[in-house]
């Protein structure tokens, strides 16, 4: 393989990781603009997101349904994922969230992470704790360009992304419902005065957020093949470490740390040892925070809110 | 019973049911409803016997019954209340200390643990209930304890006596290594970039093998030595007594747990403390105020990761073994429970709990399996329904009751 199209497969791979990571973490910025709180079950939201998948995929593998509806596959696993982790999302806002929001910081923050621990802990009573194989439905199916392989279940899953992120991108600019959310990400009270149902808003975000990363949990699960019941751990890290890159609260933002981290992933796996990769993300969050906590597109914090 | 319960009641009975579906629902690749519906009904089950008891509470009756009883009830309080405090302590020191008397050897291996976890509990406790800085790495300075006591022990043959205040100062110099650039933190960057560090420093304990052997971890360190003159006919001699059994090891735990007490006691009550819980209550008046806040900031990471540094150095001394596996970030969270439904910030508490969620999984073996599930489940309930933990902490009790006392006199 010659260096053209090492450079090509490299790229087309931090492109892959990256809107993996940006999906993720949109959701954390979303959350995070609307009730400043980190949505420490995120993580465990993906890996459920890919677990309903698995189940979906694997009911619809032994019907035989796949070879002979592909396409109606794809929406129904993607749409029955997204779906379901929409609701335990808001019934997560509702159980552990809601009532704590006038408390303080440490205790929204305490019951998110019980919330998360509950949750992880959950799918591997259920899901058990090794690795649980994805069917396969892309096969290895691919083409090349100047050597480098490129599998259509990877350009699927660019594609899907940029189509998520981009409707994304259209709710929360154009439609109504959006500007609310917009608005209560700006000041709740002045938006709560003007009429907007606050309740309401934050219960959409908690739809939306929780959706792209149960979309993010099914990609990852597709592509690598296997999924685990604590794989939301280091996903969460390194979508969280991309949603301060870019700038908290911001959702442009969000997508470009997600390409970053991703990018400096893979350049890290292609020339230095592989088993350091996770350390760099993390050195690259506490460098992001010591040096500019507001990140590359966030609006200036104040020192009160980092 | 009010309307707007049953209403709760049943929305949230609801939204519980679509959070334990999966969760117990799915095994494998098919839907197990009976398994759910089970749990599902439980949980409600206990919503239920909630609700009741709330109306039951509510109603003339238990009102009219409980003015009748109540002189009785304040008379056997006011009897309680007059007992000293140290008689309490005594009598938990007697039972404590002739716990392994009585016991098997894996009743004292389990007592150890819980003691180990009091400790780290009562450390993590200087950290999130003092200072107010949440910590979810905390298990690392543990690791660094157990590994600085093997490395010390393996390589250059030093004894457990003297490693300590060696792992003491390393730990300390890790904590504040940890500490200083998440200083200007606060709440959730800062939980996760102490996640982080804590992942660090298992990936690096996990990925260096020249020095700590990956994966595999060390094997071989010798177990801590008492020395002691012994008088025979030919006079006096010294006698090297190695703590290879299980009671021995379990007292010397025990003299550190109390250690750690008195010690975190102190810390609570000394000047040191009140600037600690003034940052955690307003940093930027504590600051305004004259206390110094990097320092003490840093002197409480310092101080929780000393603690957990030599609880981490008897851990590896007890087992002869370390590997990095020991401290995953799960760790981190049982600690961290401990703290929580203990009461941030109260020593009791931390005690209690540490007993309750270290000995009870253990008695119920069976349901080993949903220690983990149970812990965070709990942690967000209790943040919901009694922030302040089992046993509160005098000062923080007050604080987070203060509207309710004040209302009347207004």
Redesign the interface.
């Known amino acids: 393989m010659d260096n053209a199209s090492f450079i090509i497969q490299q790229l087309i791979n931090a492109i892959f990781l990256g809107s993996i990571y940006s999906l993720i973490a949109l959701g954390y910025t979303m959350v995070y603009g609307i009730i400043e709180l980190i949505n420490f079950a995120h993580g465990e939201l993906f890996t459920a997101g890919a677990f309903i998948g698995i189940i979906v995929l694997a009911a619809l593998q032994n019907m035989g349904f796949v070879e002979t509806h592909f396409v109606l596959t794809l929406i129904l696993v993607f749409g029955m994922a997204m779906a379901y982790v929409a609701v335990l999302g808001v019934a997560i806002e509702h159980v552990a969230y809601k009532p704590l929001r006038k408390a303080s910081r440490l205790a929204a923050i305490l019951s998110a992470l019980g919330m998360s621990i509950f949750l992880s802990n959950g799918m591997m009573l259920s899901q058990g704790v090794s690795d649980r194989a994805y069917p396969a439905i892309f096969g290895l199916k691919g083409f090349s360009i100047l050597d480098a392989r490129i599998a259509y279940g990877q350009i699927f899953i660019i594609i899907l992304s940029l189509v998520l992120m981009v409707a994304l991108n259209m709710f929360v600019n154009w439609t109504k419902l959006g500007k609310a959310m917009r608005a209560t990400a700006q000041n709740q009270t002045m938006a709560r005065m003007l009429g907007i149902d606050i309740d309401r808003t934050i219960r959409v975000t908690f739809m939306i957020g929780p959706a792209l990363g149960a979309a993010a949990g099914v990609m990852v699960g597709m592509y690598y093949g296997s999924v685990r019941f604590d794989m939301g751990f280091i996903y969460m890290i390194k979508a969280f470490a991309a949603a301060i890159l870019g700038g908290i609260g911001s959702i442009p933002g969000a997508v470009l740390g997600g390409i970053i981290i991703g990018g400096v992933e893979v350049l890290w796996s292609a020339f230095l040892p592989s088993e350091w990769k996770d350390v760099t993300t993390f050195v690259v969050l506490i460098l992001v925070l010591y040096l500019r906590p507001s990140g590359i597109l966030g609006e200036h914090v104040s020192e009160s809110r980092v | 019973m009010a309307k707007s319960d049953v209403k709760k009641f049943i929305?949230?009975s609801l939204?519980?049911g679509?959070?334990?579906l999966?969760?117990?629902?799915?095994?494998?690749?098919s839907?197990e409803a009976a398994r759910a519906f089970t749990i599902w009904g439980g949980i409600v089950g206990i919503l239920a016997i909630w609700l009741l008891n709330k109306t039951i509470r509510h109603s003339d009756m238990y009102l009219r019954t409980s003015a009748h009883l109540a002189p009785f009830r304040n008379t056997v309080l006011r009897k309680f209340s007059k007992l000293p405090t140290r008689h309490y302590i005594l009598l938990l020191l007697i039972v404590v200390g002739s716990f392994p008397l009585l016991a098997n050897n894996y009743m004292i291996d389990v007592g150890i643990t819980c003691l180990i976890y009091i400790v780290l509990g009562l450390g993590l406790n200087i950290v999130?209930g003092l200072a107010?800085l949440?910590d979810?790495g905390y298990i690392a300075f543990y690791a660094v304890g157990a590994y600085s006591y093997s490395l010390l022990n393996l390589h250059f043959g030093i004894s457990f006596w003297l490693s300590l205040p060696i792992g003491i100062v390393i730990g300390a110099i890790c904590g504040c290594i940890i500490g200083y650039?998440?200083l200007?933190?606060?709440?959730?960057?800062l939980?996760?970039?102490t996640?982080?560090?804590g992942?660090?420093i298992r990936?690096?304990l996990?990925?260096w093998d020249k020095l700590t052997k990956g994966p595999n971890g060390l094997l071989g360190m010798s177990k801590p030595e008492v020395v002691y003159p012994a008088f025979s006919k030919g006079g006096f001699e010294w006698v090297v007594y190695s703590l290879n059994s299980l009671h021995a090891l379990y007292y010397l735990m025990f003299i550190i747990a109390i250690l750690t007490v008195i010690g975190v006691r102190r810390l609570d009550n000394s000047r040191i403390g009140r600037a600690w819980v003034a940052i955690r209550e307003d940093e930027?008046a504590a600051e305004l105020s004259g206390v110094p806040t990097t320092w003490l900031k840093l002197l409480a990471y310092a101080m929780g990761a000393a603690f957990a540094s030599v609880v981490g150095a008897f851990f590896a001394a007890k087992l002869s073994y370390t590997n990095p596996n020991f401290f995953i970030?799960?760790e981190s969270?049982i600690v961290?429970c401990i703290v929580?439904l203990g009461g941030?910030g109260s020593i009791p508490g931390v005690i209690l709990a540490g007993i309750i969620l270290i000995a009870v999984p253990e008695v119920f073996r069976e349901l080993q399996?949903?220690r983990?599930?149970a812990?965070?489940?709990?942690?967000?309930?209790?943040?919901?329904l009694r922030?302040e933990g089992l046993i509160p902490a005098t000062r923080r009790k007050q604080e987070l009751h203060e509207a309710d006392q004040s209302s009347p006199e207004d």
């Open positions: 929305i949230y939204f519980l679509i959070l334990i999966p969760m117990v629902g799915f095994p494998g690749r839907f999130v107010g949440l979810l650039p998440t200007r933190m606060r709440g959730d960057y939980a996760i970039v996640m982080g560090f992942e660090i990936l690096v996990n990925n930027v970030f799960m969270c961290l929580v941030v399996d949903y983990m599930l812990f965070g489940l709990a942690m967000a309930v209790m943040m919901v922030p």
